[in-house]
């Protein structure tokens, strides 16, 4: 059994990766209304600051920005898979794990996240999350896509409609806004 630890920051800001089970899928982009409920009732309980989003098909990556004194990102995440995972039969190919644990087997159990250390970091983040949909070539071109916090940095004036518009760019990260 791993001892991984996550990070504690109370009034932290962070990045994510949360994935389906299935990563065939398109559940997420299927049933958007069904996953932005999940997300908006999750964030009245327990509120924090989306600083960018992007909803694809098999995984969402955002950034928050918890409230001071408050580092519980991962009950907010439970609160939205399981609201998200509501909506649907279960999966019929639950481990016994998964049984055992009344899951749906909907989302992949465990999350990325990464404390964001600077300004730098942060914007390395921002352009990962607004590029992700082009990197997976879903579309050529980001304001395609509408499912990212990419329309309200350009509604803003922080980036423009043709932002890495057809470069195969570096956009801050290797590897793997709203």
């Not at 299927?30 to 327990?46: D, G, L, P, S």
């Amino acid at each position: 059994m791993s001892r991984y630890r996550r990070s504690n920051q109370p009034g932290g800001t962070y990045f994510f990766t949360v994935a389906l089970a299935d990563r065939s899928t398109a559940l997420l982009t299927e049933h958007i209304e069904a996953f932005r409920n999940a997300y908006r009732a999750a964030h009245r309980k327990r509120p924090f600051n989306t600083v960018a989003i992007c909803v694809l098909p098999d995984h969402v990556h955002a950034i928050w920005e918890l409230p001071p004194n408050d580092a519980d990102f991962s009950t907010r995440w439970s609160q939205i898979k399981s609201g998200f995972s509501r909506q649907f039969p279960a999966s019929a190919t639950r481990s016994p794990s998964k049984l055992n644990k009344r899951e749906k087997g909907i989302w992949q159990r465990r999350f990325w996240e990464h404390e964001i250390r600077d300004e730098r970091d942060l914007q390395r983040h921002v352009d990962y999350i607004h590029y992700n949909p082009v990197k997976h070539g879903h579309v050529r071109q980001l304001a395609d896509w509408p499912w990212s916090s990419f329309h309200r940095y350009v509604a803003r004036g922080l980036l423009p409609p043709d932002w890495a518009a057809g470069a195969e760019q570096d956009v801050g990260l290797v590897g793997e806004r709203w």
